[in-house]
């Protein structure tokens, strides 16, 4: 199989697993619920696949031409399921900070020793991730819940349950005498998913932009972890295409200046 063919099957899966994102989300976001476990695993599943992807792709594919059309249809395929002007700077920004990353890790790797995968990588994945939890909180922002959002879907008893348990040694530290049996749980729970309905109804009219801001926030956060884990897959990858004889590490000849006294 040629360089060229190889590059074309790295940049086709890329644009497929931006294409399987994008249509997770979109079943996903309108009726956010932690029932939805199929839906949250196949956004989950194909975000590490196209990060781990993209970062080989910096680091082997060549052609500029190809990786640059693949990283558009990934970040424009989304309009399918989200046209507004809102996605399209947000789909506009991820392509453009993409595409820098991408020539930034390809000038990195000429001044990486050895083969060296973290430095390039570091270069592409963390602005690449940035990029992408803001594409994906304006497809939360077009893609908001109705007024009347399940609070009982988002937050769900078993989690309220587990939260409750975690702060039940606190608890019985500042009042001993309580004893927080199932039937106080329930009550609690009950109590809480009534205001925070009462809440959603007051605060319709910002609630898109809450819900929006709420994603990003928590998927910056979850980004920090999501691309280190995506270099060690990529660095594990390329191990064994390396095995198997699919990528090879070449020397590449660059030129250092440095000053001097003449």
Known sequence: MTQRAKEAIVCTLICLFGFVLWLSLASLLPKLSW?????ITSAIISTIFLLTLWGVAALAVENGFLITLAWAVMSYSGLIFFWSI????????????????YFR???QIQ???EGGVVRPLRRVLP????????????AAYVATPPASLDVRAVVPEFLFNRVVGYLEPAIRAAAPDIRIDDRMTHAAYITSVQFLER??????NIFPVAYAVGFFATLRLFGIVLYW??????????RILRRFGIIELRAVPATVYAYSFS
């Open 35 to 39: 029932n939805e476990t199929a839906l």
């Open 86 to 101: 809102t996605f399209l700077t947000a789909a506009t920004a991820l392509f453009l900070f993409g595409i820098i990353g």
């Open 105 to 107: 890790a390809r000038g």
């Open 111 to 113: 001044k990486t020793l």
């Open 127 to 138: 602005l690449s991730t940035t990029a992408l939890a803001i594409a994906i909180a304006a």
């Open 199 to 204: 809440q959603a109804e007051i605060y319709k």
């Open 229 to 238: 884990f995506a270099i060690m897959l990529v660095a594990l990858l390329l």
